[in-house]
């Protein structure tokens, strides 16, 4: 299961997650939450990731395809076939024009969203490869494999120029830093590495976790990482001061994958327990004005590393000889543990039935007399007919409150539908007006000519 949160604010937030039940599941996370399942996968889904601006989702599947979906309530997708065996990861290039996708075929392919074609790819992994990320600015490709190596690849030329080896274990996930200027490699050997990929060296080195690590995300501010391991364990890495700061217990067994929110307020997690787990950070409680001033230098936003700043294209082989920062797990702080998420799946229904309420009651006519009205009354509670109790009213409450809530959200995809017709409208008016202008242009050459 691999999750993503694209988007958050005071009124809504919305996740998308994967599993190997072969369905992806939007979670709209409100009070009572919403879920909308989309299915289209042959086989277990693997990777799932937003576009930059939310309308596009990206999937990877062991049926060998890549989708894109739109993120409707009609659930429609593309499929993008190239790969020859199980795709492991999607991700969006920075402006959501291009998805890199990497698969256990040992290569790694460049899509274009627009287009829905194969644009170029990538081999020289010797062995599967487990994650491939576009960097922030989009010129440059980090990729891992169980060959034991972290590629650096140049989107322009389309050629290797670095690549990062380890004697242990192999790299299951990789992921750029906010500023593009490092990646973070989630190993096999139960370690955490960040490299600086314009010096080409290990920075930093944790040993926290008791298992493999399978998935890694940066906060925003790029000052924390977060971390997920088949040790059960979420932990929170504060790379200012070079320690962990939080281990986090909830999932019940390893634990896949982990991503922070845009901003950084919230963070997800899902396992193999089929669990969902959302989390609140805290870090804007802590007071870090002494830590800032002491690590300076580290603080400020590094311009992204020219591709000059990572040549030249020569192996880089790193042992435990060199410093590093290992981190001591018995130094952990005191587990934090959240109780399980209530969700609520919702379902269309063609009507809405009122519980304890029976037949509809004849209503009397203005003419009718006091009298007649009054014994109609008198028969009516005698009868037992026009009494509601408490519960019964409760239940008409609720069901009038899920109904609405229903609606709204149909309301809201299908806004977002709209506002993505509208702008294919709007992109297919602008490519006709420079079809007519091209042709404009020809005519006047041949009459010229």
């Known amino acids: 299961m691999v999750m993503d949160v694209p988007q958050e604010g005071e009124l809504q937030i919305t996740a998308f997650t994967c599993s190997v039940d072969r369905l992806l599941i939007l979670w709209k996370l409100r009070t009572p939450c919403s879920a909308y399942r989309f299915s289209g996968h042959a086989e277990a889904v693997t990777s799932v990731e937003f576009s930059p601006d939310g309308r596009v989702l990206a999937s990877a599947s062991q049926d060998h395809t890549v989708r894109l979906w739109i993120p409707c309530i009609h659930g429609e997708s593309s499929v993008l076939k190239g790969h020859t065996a199980s795709v492991r990861s999607v991700s969006f290039s920075h402006d959501g024009y291009s998805v890199v996708s990497a698969s256990n075929d040992k290569l790694i392919k460049i899509w274009s969203v627009c287009y829905q074609r194969l644009l170029f790819t990538l081999f020289q992994h010797t062995g599967w490869v487990c994650c491939a990320k576009f960097s922030p600015d989009g010129r440059i490709i980090a990729s891992c494999g169980e060959d034991k190596s972290i590629k650096i690849w140049d989107t322009r030329n389309k050629i290797c120029i670095n690549t990062f080896s380890d004697y242990e274990g192999f790299p299951a996930s990789v992921d750029f830093n906010p500023s593009g200027t490092c990646i973070a490699s989630a190993g096999s050997n139960n370690t955490v590495k960040l490299w600086d990929i314009r010096t080409n060296k290990l920075l930093q080195h944790f040993k926290v976790h008791r298992a493999g690590v399978n998935c890694i995300s940066f906060h925003p501010s790029g000052n ?3 971390t997920a391991s088949s040790d059960g364990t979420l932990k929170i890495l504060d790379l200012l001061g070079e320690r962990l700061i ?38 804007d409680t802590l007071d870090y004005e002494e830590v800032l001033e002491h690590n300076f230098r580290r603080t400020h936003i590094d311009d992204p590393p020219h591709l000059l700043d990572i040549y030249p294209r020569s192996c ?18 005191p587990d934090m543990q959240t109780p399980d998420p209530v969700i609520i799946d919702i379902r269309t229904s063609s009507y809405i039935s009122t519980p304890g309420v029976g037949k509809s009651e004849e209503l009397l006519s203005p003419s009718a007399s006091p009298s007649a ?40 995809m299908l806004t977002l539908t709209i506002s993505v017709l509208e702008e294919r409208l709007t992109c297919t008016e602008d490519k006709l007006k420079e079809c007519i202008k091209d042709q404009q242009k020809m005519l006047l050459k041949g009459k010229q000519n």
């Open 224 to 226: 924390y990482l977060i």
């Open 246 to 283: 939080y281990t986090l217990h909830g999932h019940k067994g390893p634990v896949l994958c982990v991503a922070f929110s845009k901003g950084g307020e919230n963070f997800a997690s899902g396992g193999v327990d089929a669990q969902v787990l959302l989390w609140k950070t805290n870090f």
């Open 316 to 333: 880089h082989f790193h042992d435990e000889k060199l410093t590093s920062v290992e981190v001591d797990p018995t130094f952990d702080v």
């Open 373 to 412: 009205r009054s014994s109609k009354r008198k028969a009516e509670s005698e009868s037992g007919l026009a009494v509601l109790n408490v519960e019964q009213q409760r239940g008409i409450s609720s069901s009038v409150d899920c109904a609405l809530d229903h609606i709204v959200g149909q309301l809201e």
